[in-house]
């Protein structure tokens, strides 16, 4: 399953927090489906998007809700320092 998700770089994060939202990203996806073989990419763009590549409708589903969970929890596992 491939994962690519775009930020827009109107809005540009701290710096690091693209890599850091990719990695927290992996772990999660990685602890829900650890059977699937995935790649996540984080990286600016146009627009935000999340693309599901190889997955179903019900994976997609999962990855978006926990693109959501990782986002909405960025003061846990997110230090500018």
Known sequence: MRIEVTVAKTAPLPPGAIEALGAELHRRIN?????????????????NQLTVM???KDDKARITDILQETWES???WFSAD
């Open 31 to 47: 602890a829900a489906f650890p059977l699937a073989d995935h790649h996540v990419q984080v990286r600016y763009a146009g627009g």
């Open 54 to 56: 190889g997955g179903n």
């Open 74 to 76: 960025a003061d846990d």
